[in-house]
């Protein structure tokens, strides 16, 4: 079974502000690049993956530099009492380790 990781150069998760937060997928080549975006990997599995509704997740494909970026609410606002990853940075193994 094929995973993201197995496929993209880099994956990785970040802030897009304090109510937002933001993974990114990397690929060396068009190829590779075509074959995530094809894939299972869609706002449907990042919804799924991060507990979040399908309609607020934002799917940006960046052809020219073979980059698929995610961007969703966060559940709690960065900075809360109860988040537990201040910059969303540990975030991505779900993606990551996401079957194509």
């Not at 998760?13 to 975006?37: M, R, V």
């Not at 995610?70 to 109860?82: D, L, N, T, V």
Request: proline fraction near 3%.
């Amino acid at each position: 079974m094929t995973k993201v990781r197995d496929v993209a150069r880099y994956v990785r998760s970040k802030n897009a502000g304090p109510f937002w937060a933001t993974l990114e997928i990397f690929c060396d080549t068009k190829e590779d690049y075509e074959k995530i975006k094809n894939s299972k990997v869609t706002a449907r599995k990042i919804a799924e993956l991060y507990n979040v509704d399908e309609s607020k997740v934002k799917v940006f494909y960046v052809d020219n530099i073979n980059v698929i970026k995610f961007s969703f609410p966060r559940s709690i606002p960065q900075g809360h009492k109860y988040e537990n990853d201040m910059h969303f940075g540990q975030q991505y193994i779900l993606l990551a380790e996401t079957a194509l």
